[in-house]
């Protein structure tokens, strides 16, 4: 079968007919960010911010009509909400917007004024108890490895547990979790997510070559990610962990709001450097009102294994100290071992290797911690929910 090109999927898409039924949507000059890979193609259409959901029908033909092309076994189409449409664009007539349906959710950002009477209910993921987001100012200190062990200690401690790769750019869950193969789609658009040691897991890695380099713009970003959450079969979950993608972009603010986070974790490293931008994502999740359930100190000293002598090789404390000055929780230091660094490059995380270790059982620990405060947070009626506004 040949290979299906950008320009296969663009004569496709102009059957599609652009707003108020006037040209169609690729000469209007409202495509972009076609990218094809494995034969799953993605893409977003440049719309005026108040009438996204009013052309969600649009969208959908888009999405219709680029899962016919032979060799494109699924297709992913966000809405990139504007406040003005496309460069080159025709003008679009602006009528009343008609009411969306019931339950349904778009992709873009809000602009103007909070409603009267306070911010909308997010809606949450039918069957999943309380949702937790894994975070880091920056890269490189363990937060997806932490992620994991956190998940699988929840997992161990008698929960219902699913965790989502929210990393976009970067995803390392199928390599942490030893999984490989392709998601299998069910009923309607649902996907049925990958599973191993007990945890249900979903995760751009499972959709696209591990070498794969993703170029997205934040709509498309939104748009993956509420798929993940939304038309993944989760089923019964008491908790699901989100391993976050470092930084305070777009994958943070969508979450924040579009979903109802229980709460967040944030991991950093003892050193000053690492601490500078934990203070930025704790930042963050202050102000868009999501609680934070604590902080983790990784690779927070190390044993020598041959001398058993202590070395505190990035500093030491300096996660507890910032937990104690901003007031919230200081959930635990996991050290720096090679047990840890071999068995996630392995696929077999220690809380299920070694279930029985010191490692084990301090991210056992962690997660006692986190469910406490998330159970507290969770059941705070009084707590407003953010509405996140683009001017």
Known sequence: MPEVTRDVVLDKLRTVRGPDMEGDIVALGLVSDVFISDGKAYLSITVPADRAKELEPMRAAAERVVREIPGISAAMVALTADRKAASGAAPVQRPQPAAAPAGHAHVGHSHGQRPAGGAPAKAGIPGVGA???VASGKGGVGKSTTSVNLALALKANGLKVG?????????????LLKISGRPQQIEGRMIRPMENYGLKVM????LVDEEVAMIWRGPMIQSALLQMLREVAWGDLDVLVVDMPPGTGDAQLTMAQQVPLAGAVIVSTPQDLALIDARKGLTMFRKVEVPVLGIIENMSYFVAPDTGKRYDIFGHGGARKEAERIGVPFLGEVPLTMGIRETSDAGTPLVVSDPDGEIARIYRDIATKVWAEASAARDDKTRAMPNIVFE
């Open 163 to 175: 965790l989502l790769d929210a990393d976009i750019y970067g995803p390392s869950m199928p390599r």
């Open 131 to 133: 949702i937790i987001a």
């Open 203 to 206: 995760s751009m890695g499972f």
